[in-house]
């Protein structure tokens, strides 16, 4: 079976632009979380969706937004780009709402570049 | 706000020997999940071991097995008979469960331990 897919896997953008990441979760996972990890720190949470719908958000601006499609995979979306917002961007993905703690599998992240 | 801490940014074993990570965290909660995550170069966080708060007992996955001190809130990670594949970047993280049972749905993560084996 395909683990989590992240797409793309590097991309360079310009100060004031606009970014889509996408992630597919595993087959029948139903819940999605964004993470953001910039270079030497731990993951920070951007958002939860759970059945399409937000279940948690992390402390970002909202120039950060997300969504989740009927066949459970997503996209994080960032306006404005600042020189500040390049970072690894992960997605995790979980068989049932994190809620219970079940367990979180990560994609290989996207790496954005502002410049 | 619960914080997790990693006091150690880099360390280094020899190959077939023990080594120990240490994490602490801070919470005024009492029931919680804790986790280890290692991140290899490939960058794919893959999950170590897992610790609920409420049992005693110390989790195990093979080679890797942890110390958790609930009155301390400590919760390290020994690995044995370390391998080559074992270096990577190590990461504590925290979970809050809510009182119902379900947990915010966030991984708080420390900043890492970066583990270097040596042949």
């Known amino acids: 079976d395909a683990g989590v897919t992240q797409s793309p896997t590097h991309l360079i953008k310009t100060r004031g632009q606009h970014v889509t990441l996408r992630c597919s979760p595993i087959?029948?996972?139903?819940?999605v979380s964004w993470y953001q990890q910039v270079l030497g720190q731990g993951p920070q949470f951007i958002f939860q969706y759970y059945e399409k719908e937000e279940r948690g958000r992390g402390n970002f601006p909202d120039r950060f937004s997300a969504r989740q499609f009927p066949n459970y995979s997503s996209e994080l979306n960032v306006n404005a780009l600042l020189l500040g917002d390049s970072a690894l961007y992960l997605c995790?993905?979980?068989?049932?709402?994190?809620?219970?703690?079940?367990?979180?599998?990560f994609g290989q992240g996207t790496r954005l570049t502002v410049v | 706000a619960q914080t997790v801490t990693q006091s150690q940014p880099e360390m280094s074993v020899q190959e077939a020997e023990t080594v120990t990570l240490s994490c602490t965290y801070d919470t005024s909660e009492n029931n919680y999940y804790l986790f280890w995550y290692k991140q290899p170069p490939s960058r794919q966080m893959i999950l170590v071991i897992r610790q609920e708060a409420y049992k005693q007992q110390n989790a195990t996955e093979n080679r890797f097995s942890v110390n958790f001190q609930k009155a301390a809130k400590s919760f390290s990670l020994k690995i044995s008979d370390s391998q080559l594949g074992d270096t990577a970047m190590y990461f504590c993280?925290?979970?809050?469960?809510?009182?119902?049972?379900?947990?915010?749905?966030?991984?708080?993560f420390g900043k890492g331990t970066k583990l270097s084996v040596k042949p």
């Open positions: 993280a925290f979970m809050k469960l809510t009182s119902y049972g379900g947990s915010q749905g966030n991984l708080i």
């Open positions: 995790a993905s979980s068989l049932l709402d994190f809620n219970w703690g079940t367990e979180a599998f």
């Open positions: 087959s029948g996972h139903k819940s």
